[in-house]
């Protein structure tokens, strides 16, 4: 019996609890099946699957017992699959028992660290004594004592709160004497304008100027370029481009290098493609850092913030270039009710809609502005804005 309209999903990539739990939560959606509704069909079918038991496995990204995963798959209408997920499950399994906690091992490493550091003091201690006490140094000088360093103030972006929905419509005029800021880009651009210039704006450190087009590129911007820089006269240029050449990306930065003024480049590195997983790497690498560190630009990596990289709990080899739907909420999107299904393995974040895997904004305006809170447009700001506050305190 088939429930779903296409083939279900599967468990093949699959290497975790937390990413186990994922691939059955997608079948549940491909069945189109409530809990309750599952715990029925299971019964009819002669097998046992308490909502309540399955449900709260899935939210916490544990292992459900196999007599529970066998009931949730056939359920699911997915029961010639039933020997695949089971397979990956017991392979999960056995990888668990075997890997080390990597919790107990952080917080090993951490005692051990301290330890080290009380051990250190103590002989410092100690051996001042003896030399003390046998008179080999002059009693009037002063006991060494231990210094700490000095701990660097946090980003003034990092600290603020994540934008409402009425400060995005009306982000913060920027502070009187503020310095400008040209944000120059793409669709995501658009997206974004408005939670940068509320960060920006709420710091008091830039005025922003955005200027964006639908699917445009750098070399689209050419002929405009020098009047926006005259208009403008920044003092950072932000380039947000989801695509682009060499060539172009380098014509530009010449353009923006033989202005008046010369303003700083700031280029976004993009996030994961999930269509073509090595192209945004080839142009992160290969085309945007490579111009910045020709021609004295920074990158902002806004796109590491929408991928894989962020997970709080399971790292990849090449995360940073795996594309993802959703993620782990975390701490500020629990605090400030951003978790876009709060309910599951204690919050999740969607980072893209359903209908467009590059657009980071859930509920797109006719402009193609984003006014509502989106996790992804958050994210991806936040990390702009550091890095734009950062240069412009630097250069202040």
């Known amino acids: 019996m088939t429930v779903g309209t296409h083939t279900p999903p599967g468990p093949d990539d699959a290497a975790t609890p937390a990413e186990f739990a994922l691939a059955m939560l997608r ?3 491909w069945s189109g099946l409530s809990y309750r509704q599952l715990e029925k069909r299971a019964a009819a079918a002669g097998d046992s699957l308490p909502r309540t038991s399955i449900a709260s496995a899935l939210d916490q990204g544990r292992l459900p017992a196999e007599h529970l995963l066998a009931a949730f798959v056939r359920a699911c209408g997915a ?38 550091v009380t051990a250190m003091f103590l002989a410092l201690v100690v051996g001042w004594l003896i030399l003390r006490a046998g008179g080999d140094i002059d009693p009037n000088v002063p006991s060494p004592t231990l210094t700490r360093a000095a701990t660097p103030a946090p980003n003034p972006v990092s600290v603020l709160d994540p934008p409402t929905d009425a400060q995005l419509r009306n982000p913060p005029d920027p502070a009187s004497g503020a310095a400008a800021v040209l ?10 304008a408005a939670a940068l210039t509320y960060f920006i704006h709420a710091t008091g450190k830039g005025a922003v100027t955005t200027v964006t087009t639908k699917n445009a590129q750098p070399c689209d911007i050419l002929k405009d370029l020098p009047r926006l820089l005259k208009q403008a006269r920044p003092r950072l240029v932000v380039l947000q481009f989801w695509t682009s050449s060499k060539d172009c990306a380098t014509r530009v930065a010449e353009v923006i290098a033989g202005s008046a003024v010369p303003p700083k480049v700031v280029w976004v590195l993009q996030g994961p493609d999930r269509d073509d997983p090595g192209r945004a790497q080839r142009l992160n690498e290969q085309i945007y850092q490579q111009v910045a560190d020709r021609t004295g630009g920074v990158t902002a990596d806004a796109g590491r913030q929408v991928s894989w990289a962020v997970h709080p709990f399971e790292q990849k080899p090449n ?35 359903d209908y467009d895997p590059i657009s980071l904004c859930l509920e797109t305006t006719a402009t193609g502005a984003c006014l509502g809170r989106s996790p992804g447009v958050i994210r991806y700001s936040r990390a702009i804005a550091e890095t734009v506050v950062k240069e412009l305190t630097r250069t202040s």
């Open 183 to 192: 944000y120059v880009g793409d669709s995501i651009a658009t997206e974004t």
């Open 319 to 353: 995360g940073r270039y795996e594309w993802l739907a959703w993620m782990i909420c975390n701490d500020e999107e629990r605090r400030h009710d951003l978790c876009t299904n709060p309910k599951l393995m204690g919050g999740l974040a969607k980072f893209h809609p």
């Open 27 to 29: 079948l549940k959606a």
């Open 79 to 116: 029961g010639d699959t039933l020997a695949d997920w089971l397979a990956v499950r017991r392979a999960i399994a056995a990888a668990s028992v075997e890997a080390p906690d990597p919790d107990h091992t952080a917080a090993r490493r951490v005692i051990e660290r301290r330890a080290l």
